[in-house]
């Protein structure tokens, strides 16, 4: 037997349309009150969002923060180089993702959903490698924590951008 409540829910459902279903959906995901709630490292996307709570702005600011990371990290890795170890693959992975994440930013500023999980993937896997050629989760030299810290923020924006408005 159906209950007023149920009734009212299929009434509902029936009258809205699919945009209104997708923007009700980002709201109950929390994209309205906490962007970060997707995010898999959700304290560390919440310390570089810092309660922004626009999802198009902290995609841009956690974009930004990982950027600005990745460069000193490049710099890091060009001084390595020549010690082996993972460092010059790093050094070539970085350059690529630093590319990719500029591109992501120009994909939000053109409203380009597609293309910014294109780019933010890309750069996912640039850390990836980086971190496999630095010995992954076994390794226990600095560089290769702050390179799974860097996959870890890549992996936040990649999240973030889900709820990117187009």
Same mark, same amino acid.
Not at 4 to 20: E, G, P
Not at 46 to 65: F, P
Not at 100 to 128: H, P, R, V, Y
């Given at each position: ?23 009700m959906a980002r709201r109950v ?47 890091? !890795?060009?001084? =390595?180089? /020549?010690?082996?170890?993972? #460092?010059?693959?790093?050094? $070539? ?5 630093? %590319? +990719? ?31 496999? !050629?630095?010995? =992954?989760? /076994?390794?226990?030299?600095? #560089?290769?924590?702050?390179? $799974? ?5 890549? %992996? +936040? ?10």
């Open positions: 037997m159906l209950t007023n409540l149920h009734l009212a829910t299929v009434v509902l459902l029936l009258l809205t349309t699919s945009q209104d279903c997708v923007a995901i929390g994209g309205a009150r906490d962007p970060c709630s997707v995010s898999d490292f959700k304290v560390l996307c919440r310390s570089v969002v810092k309660g922004q709570k626009n999802v198009n702005a902290a995609t841009e600011v956690s974009i930004r923060e990982l950027m600005k990371r990745t460069i000193k990290a490049k710099q890091a !890795a060009a001084s =390595g180089r /020549k010690s082996g170890g993972g #460092f010059d693959t790093c050094y $070539s992975n970085y350059d690529s993702a630093i %590319d +990719n994440l500029q591109k992501a930013l120009n994909n939000i500023k053109q409203n380009d959903g597609f293309s910014l999980n294109i780019n933010l993937s890309a750069s996912l896997t640039d850390f990836d490698t980086c971190n496999d !050629a630095m010995g =992954g989760a /076994k390794a226990s030299n600095m #560089f290769a924590k702050s390179t $799974s810290t860097l996959h870890e923020m890549a %992996d +936040n924006c990649l999240a973030l951008s889900t709820l990117v408005k187009q």
